[in-house]
């Protein structure tokens, strides 16, 4: 499939399955360059990032940044009673928002000419698609169902919610249990937290945050614990009942210890699986890995070469752009790239993330322990201070930000943030350090003061 060649013999050029961010790009610009696409969804476009995912966490993350800011006001001379926040308004506040989000990524579908199907999609072969009592032969098949939260067999995990019920919860639970310590999990416990409720966070490791730098999972463990969240580590449920007086969840220690909690809601941010069951993938010849996740090569083909897939089916790095920059690759393997670039190319170098706790988390690049792995001798930059904001609002929040530089080559190979607005700061870092950006580069680059940003570019002394 090249250029505006059609397939006349098939229904379809490319049919998607999977109507969130990876699934909505490819089908879009795929039409857009002449190819005949379909896109099956049974639920609300956007998948997991525009309904029950990214955007509306972000906005139940501002909204409970409110409650430290009326009282951090008082320091600048604001004076009265902050405001109550109206639950029931916030949800139905979001709801609209994200049914309007629903309408824009329908409306750009249509306008480029997909064939939205609503239904469930199973492949009856590489070339076959079966929806209800329809049958769609097409060219090429997309695989972009995404992921779904997972909650492990614990007695009285009927008890429990995931992610995905968080933002419609009734009524609002003025006592929440959050287990897990992934990012999920982190920012699920700070932002109740922050809405008013009392909030204890169960782990079973040592530290929250696996994976990410440990300077940033010691840092941001002792900030949330200082707005008033309790972190239980090296800690598992053992059981969950419901009583009169709630959720009665007991708790077992490594030394063996157990402990009795209450709670109204308990929330299992334990992780995700990709979304691959029913879809009559491994029965058509599709191969999966041994997590459940789409085996795709270099280009997101699966094992049946007229099968891609791209996404958290994938279980690569489970980020919206992610999935979108996967999308752009498939569209331009499969219809030739727009006159005069270059096809685009993946790489999962250099991705910047962000973590929306209370300080938010912004990195990029290596952890100083793989970093150490990968290039061997390295230094450390690293400062910790109160934000200027501080010095009047009465917080004790501190800021962390972190420098990891490859002494061979003095490149930039890590950048790591704990603090307000960490991840639209360490967005544009992302750019210089996908470009190779020296330590020397970073030093002659004049800062902009008074911002937390400009400690990045002052950082001299490494301390490691």
Request: hydrophobic content about 40%; proline content about 3%; glycine content about 12%.
């Given at each position: 499939m090249k250029g505006n060649e059609r397939m006349p013999d098939f229904d379809f050029d490319l049919f998607v399955i999977g109507g969130g961010s990876g699934g909505v790009r490819a089908a879009r610009m795929a039409a857009q360059r002449g190819a005949r696409v379909a896109l099956a969804e049974v639920a609300a476009m956007g998948g997991t990032c525009v309904n029950v995912g990214c955007i509306p966490k972000k906005l139940y993350s501002y909204a409970a940044h409110y409650a430290d800011a009326f009282e951090e006001s008082h320091g600048f001379g604001w004076v009265g009673n902050a405001p109550v926040l109206d639950w029931e308004l916030l949800k139905t506040n979001r709801a609209r928002e994200i049914a309007?989000?629903?309408?824009?990524?329908?409306?750009?579908?249509?306008?480029?000419?997909?064939?939205?199907?609503?239904?469930?999609?199973?492949?009856?072969?590489?070339?076959?698609?079966?929806?209800?009592?329809?049958?769609?032969?097409?060219?090429?098949?997309?695989?972009?169902?995404?992921?779904?939260?997972?909650?492990?067999?614990?007695?009285?995990?009927?008890?429990?919610?995931?992610?995905?019920?968080?933002?419609?919860?009734?009524?609002?639970?003025?006592?929440?249990?959050?287990?897990?310590?992934?990012?999920?999990?982190?920012?699920?416990?700070?932002?109740?937290?922050?809405?008013?409720?009392?909030?204890?966070?169960?782990?079973?490791?040592?530290?929250?945050?696996?994976?990410?730098?440990?300077d940033v999972r010691q840092f941001i463990a002792a900030e949330m614990g200082k707005t008033g969240v309790t972190l239980q580590l090296n800690s598992e449920v053992a059981a969950i009942t419901k009583t009169a007086e709630g959720l009665q969840v007991d708790v077992k220690d490594r030394s063996g210890g157990t402990s009795?909690?209450?709670?109204?809601?308990?929330?299992?941010?334990?992780?995700?699986?990709?979304?691959?069951?029913?879809?009559?993938?491994?029965?058509?010849?599709?191969?999966?890995?041994?997590?459940?996740?789409?085996?795709?090569?270099a280009h997101y083909q699966t094992s049946l070469p007229s099968v891609y897939a791209i996404g958290d089916v994938t279980a690569r790095l489970q980020l919206t752009p992610v999935a979108l920059g996967e999308a752009m690759v498939v569209v331009d393997h499969l219809l030739g790239a727009l006159t005069g670039k270059k096809p685009r190319s993946m790489s999962y170098e250099f991705v910047p993330t962000a973590v929306f706790t209370h300080p938010n988390i912004g990195t990029v690049g290596y952890s100083e322990a793989d970093a150490r792995q990968k290039f061997g001798k390295v230094s450390v930059y690293r400062s910790e201070f109160k934000a200027l904001k501080h010095t009047l609002s009465g917080s004790a929040e501190r800021t962390l930000m972190k420098l990891l530089v490859d002494d061979a080559s003095d490149r930039v190979v890590g950048l790591h943030m704990v603090g307000p607005d960490a991840g639209e700061i360490v967005q544009g870092f992302a750019v210089a350090m996908k470009a190779g950006a020296t330590k020397a580069v970073f030093d002659s680059t004049i800062g902009i003061h008074p911002t937390a940003a400009e400690e990045f570019v002052t950082m001299r002394e490494p301390v490691a």
């Open positions: 309007r989000l629903n309408g824009v990524y329908n409306q750009l579908l249509n306008s480029s000419g997909v064939k939205i199907i609503t239904g469930w999609a199973t492949l009856r072969d590489g070339h076959t698609v079966q929806m209800d009592q329809q049958t769609f032969t097409v060219k090429t098949i997309l695989i972009a169902t995404g992921g779904t939260p997972t909650v492990p067999a614990v007695s009285g995990r009927e008890h429990v919610v995931t992610s995905d019920q968080m933002f419609d919860l009734t009524p609002f639970p003025q006592r929440l249990l959050v287990v897990g310590g992934g990012y999920i999990a982190c920012e699920f416990a700070s932002i109740f937290n922050g809405l008013g409720a009392s909030v204890t966070q169960v782990h079973r490791g040592e530290k929250v945050l696996t994976g990410f730098d440990d009795r909690l209450l709670a109204d809601t308990v929330l299992y941010a334990t992780g995700r699986v990709p979304n691959t069951n029913g879809l009559g993938l491994e029965a058509a010849g599709v191969a999966l890995n041994a997590k459940g996740a789409v085996e795709v090569n």
